[in-house]
T-cell receptor, first 115, second 114 residues
């Protein structure tokens, strides 16, 4: 069984460009999370989906960040007009159900560098 | 809101020696607690978790952790370290009422010397 996959693994963007980061969760997983991990820091929660519903987007840093999961499987994190402070690793995780005692499985991340 | 502190940024340990990584949390009630490991280029992998019951938790790869409510701690231990244990380790806490959200510490990097 495949794990969580993310693409691209590396993305370099010029400041002001828009980027789209993709997450393919484990098949059948209801819950999906996005985290931002700055250099030397732990992951910071961005947003949470249960199926196609975005139940919490309180961690999104600004209105330039937008996430969607239209069919309840693949998710895309979009960052508009990228800024240098957006440089980080973006992690996606999925979980079989909504219950916290089930493990979150993490993808390898997308490293975004904004020049 | 819950938070996690990992006091040690970097630890160097000899192969075969014991390892202990510290984690302190801040939360008003009994939290959910987790330890994850992150190897270069890899995603975070769950080592172990605590929800309730026995305060000594066994995990994968020979790791264990002990929940101490009085000290608000959840320290990770391994009796004998292998070179493959070199990685970054993250402690995380989840609140019981917002049970989808995890708060992570800043991580501890472990270097294993031969």
């Amino acid at each position: 069984g495949a794990g969580v996959s993310q693409s691209p693994r590396y993305k370099v963007a010029k400041r002001g460009q828009d980027v789209a980061l993709r997450c393919d969760p484990i098949s059948g997983h209801v819950s999906l999370f996005w985290y931002q991990q700055a250099l030397g820091q732990g992951p910071e929660f961005l947003t949470y989906f249960q199926n196609e519903a975005q139940l919490d987007k309180s961690g999104l840093p600004s209105d330039r960040f937008f996430a969607e999961r239209p069919e309840g499987s693949v998710s895309t994190l979009k960052i508009q007009r990228t800024q240098q402070e957006d440089s980080a690793v973006y992690l996606c995780a999925s979980r079989f159900t909504g219950e916290v005692y089930n493990e979150q499985f993490f993808g390898p991340g997308t490293r975004l560098t904004v020049l | 809101a819950q938070s996690v502190t990992q006091p040690d940024i970097h630890i160097t340990v000899s192969e075969g020696a014991s390892l202990e990584l510290r984690c302190n949390y801040s939360y008003g009630a009994t939290p959910y607690l987790f330890w994850y490991v992150q190897s270069p280029g890899q995603g975070l992998q769950l080592l172990l978790k605590y929800f309730s019951g026995d305060t000594l938790v066994q995990g994968i790869k020979g790791f264990e952790a002990e929940f101490k409510r009085s000290q608000s701690s959840f320290n990770l231990r391994k009796p004998s370290v292998h070179w493959s244990d070199a990685a970054e380790y993250f402690c995380a806490v989840g609140a019981r009422q917002n049970d989808y959200k995890l708060s992570f510490g800043a991580g501890t990097t472990v270097t294993v010397r031969a």
